[in-house]
């Protein structure tokens, strides 16, 4: 642990940064490096992000890019060394996201109450393939993430799926520019990609227009759900992999798929508690306003894709209630899960 308190952010970023070269430079993955560029400007940007209260969440997608990346080097020796370092990286950035953010999601008043079994339904034939949902502020990106790590698993969720897409479009010119615009509306308050609807706006309605014909037809957030389970269903055909949100439960249910569903939740006032300590910018009346209107959303959404109603506990092989574990202990018990141990 000394080692880590004395952590030097310029030499951990220079680390993160030349495990990416190294996975690229072995890998030659058709998606480019994370950080190109000048090298000292990204490994000033890495700096930035670990100094950052925010910059954690950021780090991790980046560092699951790389991640992903050495999981699928051949040569046994390469990808063991590449992801040796991974982990090792992966820890150092979690003490210091740590050291930022006190607050875990864990009630202690209920972590003594638990235990569960739950039978493997995942057979050795099959590509071992998480699907987890979650309410916002339960903690369950870096439960999602930390679980990929110790099942070495690959990770991915809306910001990496969002990069690949935009990567993937001709000449880096993406059509995935902006965030799903369902994931930003406010309730009642339509916008399109990020821009309220109004009558007025010429601009608004050039872009219908250009998206009606890039889409075939289809509203953007509709194309955009049709892409992502096309890439779901494609990737399940060769990768084992933790999936967070993306409707992937349902996608892959649709296509008999094996997989896990979990859905991590935690009660309100300790999502509130949990995101003060993360949100110091914002009021306690803003967070409350702020995880209202985010579960109003994803239950608006995940009806609208499948059907189903979100967080619903039969819709999911497991629903935890993080605060009985915290972030750790949740991991520790979905690994126990997983390797039959219950």
């Known amino acids: 642990m000394e080692e880590i308190k004395s952590l030097d952010l310029r030499e951990l970023a220079e680390r993160i940064y030349n495990l990416d070269e190294k996975a690229y430079a072995v890998t030659g993955s058709a998606l480019g490096r994370v950080y190109n560029g000048d090298k000292e400007h ?5 700096i930035d992000l670990l100094e950052a209260k925010k910059g954690s969440d950021i780090l991790r997608d980046e560092l699951a890019l790389i991640g992903n990346m050495g999981k699928t080097i051949a040569e046994k020796q390469g990808r063991s060394d590449v992801l040796d370092e991974y982990n090792a990286i992966t820890k150092l950035t979690k003490w210091q996201a740590d050291h930022y953010t006190r607050v875990d999601i864990l009630d202690t008043s209920r972590a003594h109450l638990n235990s569960i079994a739950l ?9 071992k393939i998480i699907c987890i949902a979650r309410t916002y502020g339960s903690g369950g990106h870096e439960i999602g993430f930390a679980l990929a790590n110790r099942e070495n698993l690959a990770y991915y969720d809306k910001k990496i799926f969002m990069e690949i897409m935009k990567r993937m479009s001709v000449g880096n010119k993406s059509i995935w520019e902006h965030e799903d615009y369902y994931e930003r509306a406010d ?10 609807f109004e ?3 010429l601009p608004f309605f050039r872009q219908v227009k250009e998206d009606f014909s890039k889409f075939h037809g289809l509203p953007r957030r509709d194309a955009l759900f049709f892409t ?5 269903l494609n990737l399940a055909k060769s990768e084992n992999f933790v999936m967070l949100g993306r409707y992937a439960d349902v996608v892959l249910s649709n ?5 896990i569903s979990i859905f991590i939740t935690a009660p309100f006032e300790k999502r509130v508690e949990r995101l003060a300590s993360m949100h110091t910018e914002m009021t306690e009346k803003q967070i409350r306003r702020m995880l209202i209107q985010s579960d109003k959303i994803h239950l608006r959404d ?3 894709f499948t059907g189903r109603m979100w967080g619903r506990a039969e819709n999911y092989d497991l629903t935890i209630n993080s605060a009985s574990y915290g972030v750790s202990g949740s991991v520790d018990l979905l690994m126990d899960m997983l390797e039959g141990k219950l």
Not at 42 to 46: D, G
Not at 187 to 196: D, E
């Open 42 to 46: 990204a490994i000033q940007y890495i």
């Open 119 to 127: 039978n493997k339904r995942v057979s050795e034939n099959d590509k």
């Open 302 to 304: 995940y009806r609208y």
């Open 199 to 201: 009558k007025d706006n």
């Open 255 to 259: 296509e008999n798929i094996p997989h």
């Open 228 to 232: 992502q389970s096309k890439m779901i």
């Open 187 to 196: 309730i009642g308050n339509p916008v399109y990609a990020g821009m309220p």
